[in-house]
């Protein structure tokens, strides 16, 4: 196929995750092109020397990967919301299932050299039997996205058994920073959209149910940084291994901000697990993970482009 060593993919590429993927790529001197259908997406995070396709993971998109015959592959594209899963369960699957499968086929027929798939490093466990959660832990999801992110693992795995696609799986905890939106309903950009707009934010259930909290920069650099290595284990948990309650984040938001105000307390959401930390020791020994930023470094960062930026909050 004559395919471009320095060539890269990036589904989802105008996402939150996605576009600081493509902005480190691109620092490091690949090309890039992104798939995107820009239903979250937003064409202004793109990198200006980043190309386009606007399409959706279930298309046909095989005259895209034939005209820019990428080696590498990174699938981020996905339904990312556990509880759009609850309310729209197909929609879920055909996007996180069948739009893997779809992407795998494609990287298969045109010979991709190699695919790094994003996965979720709580929702695919369920409730945890013990914590730390390491790579081992037995897996029961209990939201349909947790079980169709899982499930696309298995097709990611079975292309590599059977027609020889290099692959790797990144399993994240719960991804915050810069260019994420309230929308998205992770944690910290709605409690920030809360207080930029001096509302008291929402804190489902009594607010101790603790996360892993990564920051993206973190993540979007050591992507790349590990795209080319081959080690022995395929699947990797990537967070900062520190469990933290949603609790402390808003507190830690408040003490950033100097707001003055209490958050809200109402009923919890089915589905979602009550604590989680990851094991990240493996992906330490095999691959040199080590987060750069502390909590407090990255909500910082996180708070000042959200006040920074105001219009990416609407």
Excluded at 12 to 36: M, P, T
Excluded at 44 to 59: E, F, G, S, V
Excluded at 116 to 137: K, M
Excluded at 247 to 267: M, V
Aim: net charge neutral; hydrophobic share 35%; proline share 5%.
């Amino acid at each position: 196929m004559n395919n471009n060593p320095k060539k890269c993919l990036v589904t989802g590429g105008a996402g939150f995750i996605g576009s600081h993927l493509v902005d480190v790529l691109i620092d490091k001197g690949f090309e890039v092109c992104v798939i995107d259908n820009l239903s979250h997406g937003k064409k202004q995070r793109l990198h200006p020397k980043a190309t386009l396709y606007q399409a959706d993971i279930t298309d046909d998109v095989s005259k895209i990967f034939q005209k820019e015959k990428p080696q590498y592959v990174f699938h981020l594209a996905a339904q990312v919301q556990l509880r759009e899963s609850m309310d729209n369960p197909l929609h879920d699957a055909k996007t996180n299932i069948l739009g893997t499968i779809n992407i795998l086929e494609t990287c298969r027929q045109t010979g991709v050299k190699k695919i790094i798939y994003t996965s979720t490093g709580g929702a695919r466990v369920g409730e945890p039997q013990y914590l730390p959660v390491d790579e081992n832990h037995p897996v029961k999801p209990c939201s349909p996205y947790g079980i169709s992110k899982h499930t696309a693992e298995h097709y990611v795995q079975m292309y590599g058994d059977l027609y020889g696609l290099d692959y790797l799986i990144f399993c994240f905890g719960n991804v915050y920073g810069p260019r994420d939106h309230p929308s998205s309903k992770r944690v910290t950009a709605v409690f920030i959209q809360s207080i930029l707009e001096n509302k008291s934010p929402l804190i489902f259930g009594d607010g101790e149910q603790t996360r892993d909290f990564i920051y993206v920069l973190d993540l979007a650099r050591f992507i790349t940084h590990s795209m080319e290595k081959k080690p022995a284990q395929k699947l990797f948990h990537l967070a900062n291994g520190q469990e933290v309650s949603v609790n402390e984040i808003f507190q830690t938001l408040k003490e950033i901000s100097g707001s003055s105000f209490e958050a809200t307390h109402i009923s919890g959401i089915k589905g979602e697990i009550r604590n989680i930390i990851l094991d990240i020791s493996q992906a330490k020994k095999q691959l040199g993970w080590e987060p750069e930023h502390t909590l407090k470094q990255g909500l910082t960062e996180t708070y000042q482009w959200f006040k920074n930026n105001p219009e990416e909050i609407n």
